[in-house]
């Protein structure tokens, strides 16, 4: 494999913002002005962020194209390369490859409705979608997030989402497992709870959804009782990754006929229905 295939553009760490236990929401900027200028990515796809001395890893852009100059990253504390970037200062310097991936097909998503469904940490790479859709309002017709997670203080952007519940453009419902006896006024119980009430024009809307594995079959299993096909429900997909670019096969699934880093990680329910380890 060439080296310079995989060699990452030096990016520094301008703000680190910890949002709640063991997540950090990292903003960083490219250090040179070009690559400033030239970076481009939609929504749904990842870099490969490397922690220099300590490895890499493939991290989802959680930003939107719409919002060029920084990029935003929320990283969960799991492990070795994870917890060295939890070691770096503010001014850091780390090194980003990328972007990598298909992301959403968001021209052939313009003009439909969007239903956005997530889970806990699934709420990452769907937000870059989200603030695209709502920084080009008109491209879209309703649209409707739904966000779940274990209890309030486990919601990822609580503060930035709970100001899109009084949008009149858009629906944004939030729930919680549990309340913990937290202060929390909104609804309890599964992400799914949160579709009751709730009407679809499903030949006119694309379902994005991402989550624990779990999730996915209960979500799914929603979806096409209200009618979507399989081809309209999006699926963001993770698996173990080493180079991105489709040339180690460590993201094989499906019998290695698709990679998760060049296929994916976004994909459709009809792509990968007959692979059952899949979700
Ligand atoms: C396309 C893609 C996008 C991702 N986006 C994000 C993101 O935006 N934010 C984020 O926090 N994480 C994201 N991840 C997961 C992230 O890459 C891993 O958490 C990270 O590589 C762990 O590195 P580590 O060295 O700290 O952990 P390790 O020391 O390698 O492992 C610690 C633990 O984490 C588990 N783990 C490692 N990698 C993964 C993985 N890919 N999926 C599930 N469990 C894993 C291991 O099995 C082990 O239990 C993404 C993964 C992929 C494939
Ligand atoms: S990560 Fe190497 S082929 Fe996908």
């Keep these: 494999m060439s080296v310079e295939l995989l ?34 990515h939609r929504p749904g796809q990842f870099v490969e962020m490397s922690v220099i001395g300590s490895g890499e890893m493939p991290i989802s852009i959680s930003s939107s194209p719409t919002r060029r100059g920084i990029l935003e990253f929320c990283v969960r504390r799991v492990g070795r390369v994870t917890n060295a970037l939890y070691r770096l200062p503010q001014n850091s310097l780390l090194g980003l490859r990328g972007p990598y991936g298909n992301g959403f097909p968001i021209e052939e998503m313009k003009g439909n409705n969007l ?29 409707t997030l739904m966000y779940g997670c274990r209890s309030p203080a486990e919601m990822l952007f609580r503060y930035e989402l709970e100001t899109l519940t009084v949008r009149d453009d858009m629906s944004c419902l939030l729930t919680v497992d549990d309340k913990a006896g937290q202060e929390w006024d909104g609804n309890v119980g599964v992400a799914t709870d949160l579709f009751a009430g709730v009407e679809f024009d499903a030949a006119n809307t694309y379902a994005a959804i991402c989550g624990p594995p779990i999730f996915y079959k209960y979500v799914i299993q929603k979806l096409l009782e209200r009618g979507f096909s399989k081809g309209r429900i999006l699926m963001s997909l993770e698996r ?19 990679l998760v880093c060049i296929d994916g990680p976004i994909f459709t329910y009809w792509d990968v229905v007959d692979m059952r380890e899949v979700i």
Excluded at 20 to 30: K, N, S
Excluded at 117 to 130: E, K, Q
Excluded at 241 to 255: L, P, Q, R, S
């Design 7 to 40: 060699k990452p553009e030096l990016a520094r760490i301008v703000r680190i913002k910890p949002m709640v236990e063991d997540h950090h929401l990292f903003q960083v900027r490219f250090e040179d002005a070009e690559t400033v200028e030239s970076f481009r």
């Design 115 to 143: 239903l956005i469904v997530a889970g806990g940490l699934g709420m990452v790479p769907l937000r870059s979608l989200l603030w695209y859709a709502l920084d080009n309002r008109r491209d879209f017709k309703e649209i």
């Design 240 to 258: 173990k990754m080493k180079c991105g670019i489709g040339k180690c096969g460590h993201c094989g699934i499906g019998g290695a006929k698709k």
